[in-house]
């Protein structure tokens, strides 16, 4: 119960307070002392009047259901009797201020007290249940640059007779807390943080994304791809490139806790990517599916109005899609990603190029067996220590290079003996000049051996596998082989480095 001397706006928090808490009654026409002093009878009508127009024009959500006007007497005083009922629309706020403290009010004892924010969104939750996209936004006055930029970019119409069919509006008729997620007044933060070590103690870049939800996945969404080192291995001549982090499992990470955060608490949601892994931290335990489900594609979206919209416009896709995606693209790694639920949901993405390699410097494509290293290579290969997709496209390399040497091996052991044969006994000293030798295969010998060797690389050879066979000069081989090629026995293709030269016979073949 409350006394007030005469009608004015400050009756209104005490009809809000009433309605937020337990309901209660309120005379006018009592001074401050509770002497009744009544309302004139010429007058009554009028200040009741009044009085309604107050209520309604001032209070949010329409309260005047709740609310009974009527006079009073009181000892031969009249006074004007305001009964305010528990209201089903809670908070209810002064139209001017909004769902803040500063507009919203409960009753403690004698006093009309501000509520917290925190007061204020779980009386939304009791009141509306648990989906935080449909409750009013405690924001209304949103403005849509962002989100606009997005739809008209995919051709995608976005105006105001779409606004409802989105979810923006709330029953109220005002926007809703999906409005205020992808509004560019989106007081919720996303964090991003790269560091130099795994205790996370050394800042090299950081990033915090506010503003509409849509613009925040683009901002950070391009940042960590920006610090995704790409890894070049060269084992042998073909490069192999392989980043940190598969670009899908990082796109899908930022995705998931974007979307399925729970955004009734302020807590921003964190990225940290450190040398050996990419943590993804957000407010908000599974929401009625256990984590085996989810891993397996089962979804139960806490926010799927917000996931609509994501849908609606191509960045996210089927249900459930995302955590199967991520272990999918883990498949053959040697770590792989890790999940954890209580109270947040914590996704960890093992750094990919840093699984049991020695060789391999954590932070730069620099180091020893990185560059053209194929030894150091062979020996990863041999103790296992390779990533699962290097070693993939390393062995069919390895398997031809060794048949390749293997080969050259035995044509350097039989050219070996007919250079003995070759070379008069007197003439044997380990110390005759190369062009010594080169004069020695200038004839038929050195033909057969070059027309052998051919044959078993599947009849083609370069100047530079002639120079490796006879042990000769680049003069040489160039003479030999010319020599074949104007009898039509091999015919040269290419130029320069390029150059090919196959038996035309076996081409015919």
Not at 90 to 113: Q, S
Not at 464 to 484: F, M, P, Y
Request: aromatic share 8%.
């Amino acid at each position: 119960m409350e006394f007030k001397l005469e009608v004015n706006e400050r009756i209104c928090k005490t009809v809000i307070a009433f309605a937020n808490t337990l309901g209660g009654t309120i005379y006018v026409g009592i001074d401050d002392f509770g002497n009744p002093i009544g309302v004139p009878s010429e007058e009554l009508d009028g200040e009741m009047l009044k009085l309604s127009n107050l209520i309604h024009d001032l209070v949010c959500p329409e309260i005047m259901q709740f609310v009974s006007i009527e006079p009073y007497d009181l000892n031969g005083k009249t006074l004007i009797k305001i009964g305010v009922d528990v209201g089903d629309e809670r908070p209810y706020y002064l139209a001017n201020k909004g769902p803040v403290p500063a507009g919203a009010f409960t009753r403690v004892g004698p006093a009309n007290i501000p509520m917290s924010r925190r007061d204020i969104r779980r009386m939304i939750r009791l009141v509306d249940g648990d989906s935080y996209e449909t409750r009013q936004s405690r924001m209304q006055d949103l403005t849509f640059h962002e989100a606009r930029r997005a739809f008209d970019y995919r051709g995608i119409p976005f105006d105001e007779i779409r606004f409802q069919a989105l979810g923006l509006y709330s029953r109220e008729g005002v926007f809703s807390n999906l409005a205020l997620l992808i509004s560019d007044q989106n007081p919720h933060e996303l964090k991003l943080a790269i560091f130099n070590d795994d205790a996370e103690t050394e800042f090299l870049n950081r990033l915090e994304c506010t503003g509409s939800i849509l613009k925040q996945f683009d901002d950070a969404l391009q940042f960590l791809t920006f610090n995704n080192n790409l890894r070049s291995y060269f084992p042998t001549a073909q490069r192999i490139d392989k980043y940190d982090y598969p670009l899908e499992a990082v796109r899908e990470g930022l995705l998931n806790c974007l979307l399925h955060r729970d955004y009734d608490e302020d807590t921003p949601t964190l990225v940290k990517m450190n040398r050996t892994q990419l943590r993804f931290i957000s407010r908000g335990d599974l929401f009625d599916i256990s984590l085996e489900q989810a891993i397996m594609g089962s979804s139960n979206s806490r926010n799927g109005a917000l996931v609509q919209i994501f849908h609606r416009l191509g960045i996210a896709e089927a249900y459930g899609s995302g955590l199967r995606k991520i272990f999918k693209l883990y498949e053959h790694e040697e770590l792989q990603p890790e999940v954890e639920a209580n109270g947040f949901f914590y996704l960890t993405l093992p750094n990919c190029n840093t699984t049991r390699n020695p060789y391999l410097n954590l932070r730069s494509n620099e180091g020893p067996g990185l560059r053209g290293d194929y030894d150091a290579f062979r020996r990863l290969d041999d103790e296992g220590a390779l990533p699962p997709d290097v070693a993939r496209a390393f062995r069919p390399l390895r398997e031809q290079t060794e048949s390749r040497l293997r080969e050259v091996k035995r044509c350097d052991g039989r050219i070996a003996a007919s250079h003995e044969a070759a070379i008069p006994s007197d003439e044997k000293r380990p110390y005759a000049r190369k062009v010594e030798l080169d004069a020695r295969w200038t004839g038929d010998a050195a033909e057969r051996l070059i027309l052998e060797y051919a044959r078993k690389t599947d009849g083609e050879l370069s100047r530079q596998d002639v120079e490796h066979v006879l042990s000769c000069g680049r003069d040489t081989a160039l003479k030999v082989l010319n020599g074949l090629v104007e009898r039509g026995i091999m015919a040269k293709d290419g130029k320069a480095r390029a150059t090919r030269y196959h038996i035309i016979e076996a081409k015919g073949a």
